[in-house]
């Protein structure tokens, strides 16, 4: 009972829930979606938003927020087209377009963690400088032809079989495993819990919310390539809506708000059901006028029975059977 009740209560059960039924109603209704070369596609549209979902976890874990990571998507996108168009190498460009994401999440780190600006506020106005740099770069739109190998190369598949995105999101996975094991993640997660009892306690919570804005910004840095890569184009409103999606998913994942409760499992499956969400809606053939809506409706609804499925408590809908003292005279008044 207890490894039940630890099962159903755990923090990413509404979204597990919320992604089986999503899957299934999405195979009942196009099982052809689910074949290798379908879910290869699938997973090339979608790489960019479970790598910011991952980033995103970074943040609100250690008790911030950051509205900034569709932002950084953008001017490391034009950045990379740029680069390409120059003539420059993928030796060059890949290198350069992480450093970027890096620094844009410094730049937040330093904000916040030195300057201890509100971290609302802040990626709020980080948000308008890189996205602001990316149509100075970038005013319009463009279309561009990369270097044929690294497009091939990211939308192959191993054997055939795997999609190289999959590898993409399992390395990230593994990274941000290993990081939670050492100190610095357990210090995001003492952070987001409390920051004046982690500072008392001996955490550097200035290091720490250095090092989750600029995981933040890497992993955006990671999604902008995946986004380039499948996309094959540069424009500055990329991310317009990134940022606001990738946190509904975390959010819908399990991951608090207030921080240090959450993980990226829980993120990676609310990405997940939001893509799977869109294949549903565009497989309906629902109006493009109308597809914002629906959107909206199936993210609002989704949130709530989130909401309410974390309230109840399953301690006293499954309570634990209390053993009863059957000793000579153990249970009887005097």
Not at 93 to 99: D, N, S, T, Y
Not at 196 to 211: M, Q, R, T
Not at 301 to 318: E, H, Y
Request: glycine share 12%; aromatic share 10%.
């Amino acid at each position: 009972m207890k490894t039940f009740k630890k099962i159903i209560s755990w923090e990413s059960m509404p979204v597990t829930l919320l992604l089986i039924i999503i899957i299934l109603v999405n195979y009942s209704l196009s099982p052809r979606s689910f074949r290798p070369a379908a879910l290869n596609h699938f997973f090339l549209n979608n790489t960019a938003g479970i790598a910011l979902a991952i980033g995103l976890t970074a943040a609100l874990l250690s008790g911030g927020i950051d509205l900034s990571a569709g932002a950084i998507v953008a001017l490391v996108d034009v950045v990379i087209v740029t680069l390409f168009d120059k003539g420059y190498p993928v030796s060059i460009v890949i290198p350069l377009a992480v450093l970027l994401g890096l620094g844009c999440g410094l730049i937040n780190g330093i904000a916040i963690g030195v300057f201890r600006v509100v971290p609302l506020l802040a990626t709020f106005a980080s948000s308008f400088v890189f996205n602001g740099l990316a149509k100075v770069i970038m005013p319009a739109a463009v279309s561009k032809q990369f270097d044929k190998g690294f497009q091939s190369f990211y939308t192959g598949r191993i054997g055939g079989v795997i999609p190289i995105t999959c590898i993409f999101i399992l390395l990230l996975v593994i990274f941000w495993l290993i990081m939670m094991k050492r100190r610095m993640g357990i210090g995001i997660y003492a952070t987001g819990q409390n920051e004046l009892k982690a500072y008392l306690s001996g955490v550097d919570v200035v290091k720490v919310k250095l090092f989750a804005y600029t995981l933040d910004g890497f992993c955006a840095a990671l999604g902008a390539i995946a986004m380039t890569a499948s996309y094959g184009g540069g424009d500055a409103e990329v991310g317009a809506n990134l940022s606001m999606v990738a946190m509904a998913a975390v959010v819908l994942g399990g991951v608090a708000m207030e921080g240090g409760q959450g993980n990226i499992f829980g993120a990676m499956m609310g990405a997940l059901f939001l893509a799977f969400t869109t294949n549903l809606i565009v497989f309906l053939k629902v109006p493009a006028t109308v597809q914002p809506l629906a959107k909206g409706l199936v993210y609002l609804l989704s949130l709530v029975f989130a909401t309410l499925v974390k309230r109840i408590d399953f301690n006293k809908l499954f309570p634990d059977k209390v053993a009863v003292n059957s000793s000579s005279g153990g249970g009887q008044n005097e």
